[in-house]
């Protein structure tokens, strides 16, 4: 359990990657604090966790409303295929457009990115401070 006894805020934690990073979080022993507008799935998933044995927490936050979010954090997720982006990627045509774009030939997934949030989360990015951690399928790199 490599984030016990830290406390992690995962906004936008009701679905797709926010859930994803809030779950495994948990599983890695962080005490979950999960953030979303979306109250049914937010404490649907706070069940989950607490049913598991895991601390979590819901809280609904907007974090378009800046005073609602003072000390949470937002993640974008760009070329990945979750909830959010259900808008840009509704149609066929769209969402292989943007698959040609990316190096790696796909969409990214909500486990494409738990380990580096676990990782950045932990001590073991001690000395990691101020980087930019792309997880993009190479996107940014060409």
Same mark, same amino acid.
């Given at each position: ?23 495994? $979080? ?11 507008? +979306?109250?049914?799935?937010?404490? =649907? ?8 044995? *895991?601390?979590?927490? $819901? ?6 409303? +800046?005073?609602?979010?003072? /000390?949470? $954090? ?10 959010? /982006? *259900? ?26 990115? =738990?380990?580096?949030?676990? $990782? ?23």
């Amino acid at each position: 359990m490599r984030l016990l006894g830290k406390v992690a805020v995962v906004t936008g934690a009701a679905v797709g990657l926010g859930r994803a990073i809030a779950t495994r $979080f948990a599983h890695e022993g962080a005490s979950v604090i999960a953030a979303d507008t +979306n109250v049914t799935e937010g404490e =649907e998933l706070v069940r989950d966790l607490s049913e598991h044995g *895991h601390n979590a927490m $819901f809280v609904e936050a907007d974090v378009a409303k +800046n005073d609602a979010v003072q /000390n949470l $954090f937002a993640a974008v997720p760009g070329t990945m295929d979750t909830p959010m /982006n *259900h808008s840009v990627l509704s149609d066929q045509e769209s969402r292989d457009e943007l698959r040609r774009a990316v190096p790696m030939g796909r969409l990214g997934k909500p486990d494409d990115v =738990e380990g580096l949030a676990v $990782f950045l989360a932990s001590d073991e990015s001690a000395y990691c401070t101020g980087g930019l951690y792309m997880c993009d399928g190479g996107l940014t790199a060409v």
